[in-house]
T-cell receptor
Framework: GQSLEQPSEVTAVEGAIVQINCTYQ??????LSWYQQHDGGAPTFLSY????GLEETGRFSSFLSRSDSYGYLLLQELQMKDSASYFC??????????FGGGTRVLVKP | GAVVSQHPSRVICKSGTSVKIECRSL??????MFWYRQFPKKSLMLMAT?????????EQGVEKDKFLINHASLTLSTLTVTSAHPEDSSFYIC???????????FGSGTRLTVV
């Protein structure tokens, strides 16, 4: 089976940096993805790591260490619009995605 | 970029009736689509994998006779919630990916309320 752990909530101020950690246990692994979801909306793809290391996309970066079954999403220069839920997800056999419980990020002025 | 269209966005139905939700890949072909269910402030739970031209595969605990999935073409998958009951009220979302290593694109979701 698959299980992913991530913090339930993080609060930070505008301009700050937030790191959301994700640890996983899976029976198969092809990559770790991150998705953003605003209340009432659908998830939107942020990043994907298949190999160890850091992937940078604008203000967001994602890191993966397969040996540690660990990854993180780094949100820099936080903006109010970044208030949302962030999910890590593991791609496994059959291209299925299993999602973590989600981290609610609240950005304060 | 890859676009997945899902309809309807909201539906209210009476107990005992059936509701059909459509999921279309607009600019790519999807041999596989995925259906998720999400409760308020919770994570997305995979319900089933929709396979073009063959039977869907359901996750453990999901009633296949309750949630009928049809994937008749490379761009369309449908989920029918049969004999809906209030406990079926939820947010249903489909997703697909144009490439094996690309991020998945999600439909806008369908909020189902059964009264």
């Amino acid at each position: 089976g698959q299980s992913l752990e991530q913090p339930s909530e993080v609060t930070a101020v505008e301009g700050a940096i937030v790191q959301i950690n994700c640890t996983y246990q899976t029976s198969g692994f092809y990559g770790l993805s991150w998705y953003q979801q605003h209340d009432g909306g659908a998830p939107t793809f942020l990043s994907y790591n298949a190999l160890d290391g850091l992937e940078e996309t604008g203000r967001f970066s994602s890191f993966l260490s397969r040996s540690d079954s660990y990854g993180y999403l780094l949100l820099q220069e936080l903006q109010m619009k970044d208030s949302a839920s962030y999910f890590c997800a593991v791609r496994a056999a059959g291209n299925k995605l299993t999602f973590g419980g989600g981290t609610r990020v609240l950005v304060k002025p | 970029g890859a676009v997945v269209s899902q309809h309807p966005s909201r539906v209210i139905c009476k107990s005992g009736t059936s509701v059909k939700i459509e999921c279309r890949s607009l600019d790519f072909q999807a041999t596989t689509m995925f259906w998720y269910r999400q409760f308020p402030k919770k994570s997305l739970m995979l319900m089933a994998t929709s396979n073009e031209g063959s039977k869907a595969t359901y996750e453990q605990g999901v009633e296949k006779d309750k949630f009928l999935i049809n994937h008749a073409s490379l761009t369309l998958s449908t989920l029918t919630v049969t004999s809906a009951h209030p406990e079926d009220s939820s947010f249903y979302i489909c997703s697909a990916s144009p490439e094996a290593n690309y991020g998945y694109t999600f439909g806008s979701g369908t909020r189902l309320t059964v009264v």
